[in-house]
């Protein structure tokens, strides 16, 4: 019991800082996307807290195996450098011992990760999609950059305020220009242009469009280039700048397991999402297989001698990964193949590392006892 302890405590150790530097990387990553997405007025920064607090326990389980994978490499690695394992071993305790230890220590990450895989992510990933979609409606005011000029509904808005005051309700120099929809005679596009000294923003209640209202202003409306313009001088004036909040689709990534149980006969794609949920903790076992006899070094070989080629397994399987749920998902593999050959492989190439090192164990007997 005390020898488990030991290696538990050495590897949850190493599993949080792991998992702690790769969710740091993961969410800086995101959190750059996002803030580029902010900068150009398209996200809240309300929105993109929002959206980097949901990115946690998503990433988190996503990343827990490749964590524990690599705890067990540098714990054990450094364990056996320091011939902790040896000591270990002349005490009894063999390579079988070793595995069940880690596989129990496996449990709890097990647990946890098929809590956040099954449940937490395809909950926090369809408010994440609430977010995405109804944001650039609900959130103009928000968005506004003073003294910029910014895009809406893919260039046919245009529109510029030069400044807004403190509680983001009064703009101040309004430039609108906005495509018409229909075209003139000879068939050019024609733009509506409105310019005014203040005004404000609103939404309608029933259907969410927004606008911009400009007050003491001036109306151009004709094509750019022809003299046949109208000119309106108005008293207030309201641009519509965005259509009713779009609908949420209902992606497989935010469905319950139950919706994708019903579906994956008729969806190839929730059948994908199904076996991609299952796959990430069912992988955590045949990660701690294949782990616990890579992180086998020689004393004066390096604690981290091992890594390097651990990293290049783990990295081909997490690829795969993908590439076979895309592959599902677009019904290039029966679904009885799935992705489970992906996992069948893994497996092979663990036991295949067993056998090499119970080979290598083997002759460094023979020769010592020579």
Request: aromatic residues 10%; positive net charge.
């Amino acid at each position: 019991m005390r020898i488990f302890k030991y290696l538990a405590k050495e590897v949850y150790t190493v599993l949080s800082v792991v998992a702690g530097i790769l969710l740091l990387t993961f969410l800086s990553n995101a959190f750059v996307r996002y803030l580029t997405r902010a900068a150009s007025g398209k996200l809240s920064g309300a929105t993109v807290l929002k959206i980097m607090a949901i990115q946690i326990p998503t990433l988190l389980g996503l990343l827990l195996p490749v964590s524990l994978f690599l705890a067990i490499l540098l714990a054990y690695g450094r364990m056996y450098v320091d011939s902790e394992m040896t000591v270990l071993t002349a005490c009894g305790m063999s390579r079988a011992q070793l595995l069940k230890h880690s596989l129990i220590i496996a449990i709890i990450v097990i647990v946890l990760d098929i809590f956040l895989v099954f449940y937490i992510s395809p909950m926090l990933t369809g408010y994440q999609q609430k977010l995405l979609s109804v944001s650039p409606q609900e959130t103009l005011l928000q968005t506004i950059q003073p003294g910029r000029f910014q895009v809406a509904n893919g260039g046919a808005d245009v529109f510029y305020i030069q400044s807004l005051d403190h509680d983001r309700d009064k703009l101040e120099n309004i430039f609108v220009a906005q495509k018409d929809k229909k075209k003139s005679t000879s068939g050019a596009t024609v733009w509506n242009v409105l310019s005014a000294s203040s005004g404000y923003a609103k939404m309608d209640d029933k259907t969410t469009d927004q606008y911009i209202v400009a007050t003491d202003g001036y109306r151009y409306y004709g094509v750019p280039g022809q003299k046949a313009f109208k000119i309106i001088q108005f008293s207030e004036y309201g641009a519509k700048l965005s259509n009713a909040a779009k609908e949420i689709s209902h992606q497989q990534e935010s469905m319950t397991n139950a919706e994708l149980w019903k579906l994956r006969k008729k969806d190839p794609r929730a059948l994908a999402e199904l076996q991609w949920r299952i796959s990430v903790p069912l992988s955590i076992p045949l990660l701690v297989l294949l782990a616990v006899p890579l992180s086998r070094v020689r004393p004066r070989q390096g604690g981290y001698a091992q890594l390097l080629p651990a990293i290049l397994i783990y990295a081909i399987y997490a690829n795969m990964l993908f590439v076979a749920k895309d592959w599902v998902a677009h019904e290039k593999l029966p679904s009885y193949v799935g992705m489970w050959w992906l996992h069948g492989v893994l497996l092979i190439v663990a036991l295949g590392y067993w056998a090499h090192v119970s080979n290598v164990l083997t002759r460094f007997k023979r020769e010592r006892n020579k």
